[in-house]
C-alpha cells in the first residue's frame, strides 16, 4: 500500500506541475473543439511565441495533445480530451458560483 500512495501522489505531482505552469490549462481550453495552428494559439492567447513553442512541446510530450501532419496544427488527444472535460466541469463550477459572495466579502 505504501508504494501505491507514493505512485499516486507522484501522479497527481506531476500532473499539477505541468497544469500548473501558466498558459497550459488555457491551451488545453482553446484546443477542446478545434485544431488550431500555432498562429491562431498566439493571437487568440496573447502569448509569445518562445512561452507557446515550451508549452505546446510539454503538452506533446505529456500526450495531451499532438501536431497534425505536415505541422499545420495542434488537436487535443483522447487524454487531452479527458482532461478538457475536468475543465468544462470547473468553468460551470465558476459560472455557478461567480455571483456568490467570496469568503473574505463575509468575513469583513
Do not use: H
Not at 500500500?1 to 500532473?15: H, I, P, V
Not at 487531452?80 to 463575509?106: D, F, H, I, K
Amino acid at each position: 500500500m505504501k508504494n501505491k500512495a507514493k505512485f499516486e501522489y507522484s501522479a497527481m505531482e506531476q500532473a499539477m506541475n505541468l497544469l500548473g505552469k501558466r498558459w497550459s490549462l488555457q491551451l488545453i481550453w482553446e484546443l477542446r473543439r478545434d485544431r488550431l495552428s500555432f498562429s491562431d494559439l498566439s493571437r487568440r492567447l496573447e502569448i509569445s511565441p518562445s512561452v507557446l513553442t515550451t508549452r505546446l512541446a510539454e503538452l506533446v510530450e505529456a500526450g495531451i495533445c499532438e501536431v497534425e501532419e505536415g505541422g499545420r496544427g495542434y488537436s487535443l488527444t483522447g487524454r487531452g480530451r479527458e482532461l478538457a472535460r475536468v475543465l468544462y466541469e470547473v468553468n460551470r463550477w465558476a459560472n455557478a458560483t461567480s455571483s456568490e459572495p467570496s469568503a473574505s466579502m463575509l468575513n469583513s
